[in-house]
């Protein structure tokens, strides 16, 4: 199936039916997305005594029974069914703008995430959001450490249809190894004229993690936005990330992205 992707913008939702499938489709819902497509993408996996696994998909007549949904939001709404591992269809599927995943609240500790989420989190190929919260996104925490990964998530947000309503901070958290000043400042010049308003922050701290956490809730912020270099490796997967870290803990939705051609 030919999909013409470079119409209009794409956002890949998973959808594995489960509670946290339903949060982002809360999520997403409740965004404007005038001029973009919507696709509803589920993975059906093969048994183990298959061979492979093909990735690519094909469309099924209309949504799942629990779905309610506005379709008149985006320019067109597909429903989807891979025969792959959700992370292999999730991860591969081309020119998405923006994958959209739902966190589960059971599991271990105060929030968990699941092994797709996890996954894309770790080596994202493209701009993640890990919803937390079905809202609207007025307001917006975003984390800058001088990196080019943290000026592409900034850069993500901006070109979401409904960033000119969001107000936002740019928040830099001084662990000793950052410039927070010139961290703020990469970041405000790819936002400025682009959101609601700005403001600028800085906080020392030695674990940024926890620094990041602790403000969102202060502020009840809608969506965290921070870049990651990715985990490409199984030792690197093992350290986790600030990233990783602030996605599973997070009461707000996340939005995570790295610079493109970076590892």
Do not use: K
């Not at 020119?95 to 770790?122: C, F, K, M, N």
């Not at 998530?153 to 249809?161: C, E, F």
């Not at 921070?226 to 602030?246: D, E, I």
Request: charged fraction near 20%.
């Amino acid at each position: 199936m030919d999909l013409d992707a470079s119409a209009s913008p794409q956002l890949v939702l998973g959808d594995d039916l489960s509670p946290g499938a339903d949060l982002a489709w809360l999520w997403t819902n409740s965004q404007r997305w005038p001029g973009w497509t919507l696709v509803d993408l589920q993975a059906d996996p093969p048994t183990y005594s298959d061979t492979g696994t093909d990735p690519t998909a094909r469309p099924v007549e209309g949504p799942p029974p629990r779905i309610a949904y506005r379709e008149a939001a985006f320019a067109e709404v597909r429903f989807m069914v891979a025969a792959a591992d959700p992370r292999v269809a999730l991860g591969a599927w081309p020119d998405a703008d923006l994958v959209v995943v739902g966190g589960s609240s059971s599991g271990v500790g105060p929030r968990y995430i699941g092994s797709t989420t996890e996954w894309l989190l770790h080596d994202p190929s493209n701009a993640v959001i890990v919803a937390r919260r079905g809202r609207t996104v007025r307001s917006a925490l975003v984390c800058a450490d001088g990196s080019p990964h943290a000026s592409s998530a900034a850069d993500v947000l901006a070109t979401m249809p409904w960033a000119g309503e969001v107000d936002v901070e740019v928040l830099a958290v001084d662990d000793g190894r950052t410039d927070g000043d010139a961290a703020i400042d990469a970041v405000v010049a790819v936002l400025e004229d682009r959101v609601g308003s700005l403001e600028r922050s800085v906080r020392s701290a030695r674990t940024p993690h926890r620094a990041i956490l602790s403000r969102a809730q202060e502020t009840d912020a809608d969506l965290v936005v921070l870049g990651t270099h990715g985990l490409s490796t199984l030792r690197r997967l093992t350290l986790g990330s600030t990233a990783n870290a602030v996605a599973q803990l997070s009461d707000s939705s996340v939005l995570v992205s790295r610079a493109p051609n970076t590892r």
